[in-house]
Nanobody, 120 residues
Framework: VQLQASGGGLVQAGGSLRLSCAAS????????MRWYRQTPGRQRELVAT???????NYADSVKGRFTISRDNAKNTVYLQMNSLKPEDTAVYYC???????????????WGQGTQVTVSS
């Protein structure tokens, strides 16, 4: 099983980006999916969570600007980021508590990260 994140890049303040994280493999189901971000010297920060039942939660710093969604048929989670600010600059990681596959269950699974840079 792999989590492949994509969609990062360089954008001006006020712009938008859409991140994707696709799980590949013989997957039966994926539990809660999350986006985290990390900047050098700082702890990884939870940005947004979406449950298997599409319940969402956001960090206060991104509420009203970011939207997390998922497509269970594609085993993919998205993060639409609007009104980006320089302080949103970070490496963004996707994560899930559990992936149930034909080969068993895998826990606390992480994608490889995608860089988002917002210029002022």
């Amino acid at each position: 099983v792999q989590l492949q994140a994509s969609g990062g890049g360089l954008v001006q303040a006020g712009g938008s980006l859409r991140l994707s994280c696709a799980a590949s493999g013989s997957i039966f189901s994926i539990s809660d999916m999350r986006w985290y971000r990390q900047t050098p010297g700082r702890q990884r920060e939870l940005v947004a969570t979406i449950s298997n039942g599409y319940i969402t939660n956001y960090a206060d710093s991104v509420k009203g600007r970011f939207t997390i969604s998922r497509d269970n048929a594609k085993n993919t989670v998205y993060l639409q980021m609007n009104s980006l600010k320089p302080e949103d600059t970070a490496v963004y990681y996707c994560n899930t508590d559990r992936v149930l596959t034909s080969g068993g269950a895998f826990y606390d699974y992480w994608g490889q990260g995608t860089q988002v840079t917002v210029s002022s």
